[in-house]
């Protein structure tokens, strides 16, 4: 599979500022997603980034809160913008990856921790 | 109704034992299920996948899928306390198109 990297892997930020997370890979990929993870609580889908287009975003999420950037098919970024509290969580971006197989499997970075002061 | 649900446990186990996870789904063209382990602290890690009904082994990880009752778990055998982690299933779902997480459950391992 894949070998995803994300930078920073934590941070503490300050109410009204942002952060832009980044993700890389070490393959070219179609399919890039951001997730987030709230404390305790399972995964959620933040955006699909595909390279060329605009990300494509969940109910609950807008662009202007968390833009999104996929300027090649290995790299994309995701920015946390006018940070509250309610957005310390855990930002993990993942890629599918074909597994030999009929069906797409995804695989996840290593996540960004988040904590909003 | 959770598109994805687990029960939350903690599903506690003695080492040596079988533990079982299930998890249930409600998009009925779900075609791809997954399992992943994540350690607290980490990212998921995925563990299995399975796209057929019936059952599926990997050492000592045996997931099972009955799509007409939609349900998917997974056996670990000679359970470890290294396997002390949270659980989570995934469901491919065709009607939105996208990977759908439970929301877990966490199994303890003691000696």
């Known amino acids: 599979s894949a070998v995803i990297s994300q930078k920073p892997s934590r941070d503490i930020c300050q109410r009204g500022t942002s952060l832009t997370i980044q993700c890389q890979v070490d393959?070219?990929?179609?399919?890039m997603f951001w997730y987030r993870q709230q404390p305790g609580q399972s995964l959620t889908l933040i955006a699909t980034a595909n390279q060329g287009s605009e990300a494509t975003y969940e109910s609950g999420f807008v662009i202007d809160k968390f833009p999104i950037s996929r300027p090649n098919l290995t790299f994309s970024t995701l920015t946390v913008s006018n940070m509250s509290p309610e957005d310390s969580s855990i930002y993990l971006c993942?890629?599918?990856?074909?597994?030999?197989?009929?069906?797409?499997?995804?695989?996840f970075g290593p996540g960004t921790r988040l904590t909003v002061l | 109704q959770k598109e994805v649900e687990q029960n939350s446990g903690p599903l506690s186990v003695p080492e040596g034992a079988i533990a079982s996870l299930n998890c249930t789904y409600s998009?009925?063209?779900?075609?791809?299920f997954f399992w992943y382990r994540q350690y607290s602290g980490k990212s998921p890690e995925l563990i299995m996948s399975?796209?057929?009904?019936g059952d599926k082994e990997d050492g000592r990880f045996t997931a099972q899928l009955n799509k007409a009752s939609q349900y998917v778990s997974l056996l670990i055998r000679d359970s470890q306390p290294s396997d002390s982690a949270t659980y989570l299933c995934a469901v491919y779902s065709g009607g939105y198109n996208k990977l759908i997480f439970g929301a877990g459950t966490r199994l303890a391992v003691h000696p």
């Open positions: 399975i796209y057929s009904n």
């Open positions: 998009d009925r063209v779900s075609q791809s």
């Open positions: 993942s890629v599918e990856d074909p597994g030999g197989g009929l069906y797409n499997e995804q695989f």
């Open positions: 393959s070219q990929v179609t399919m």
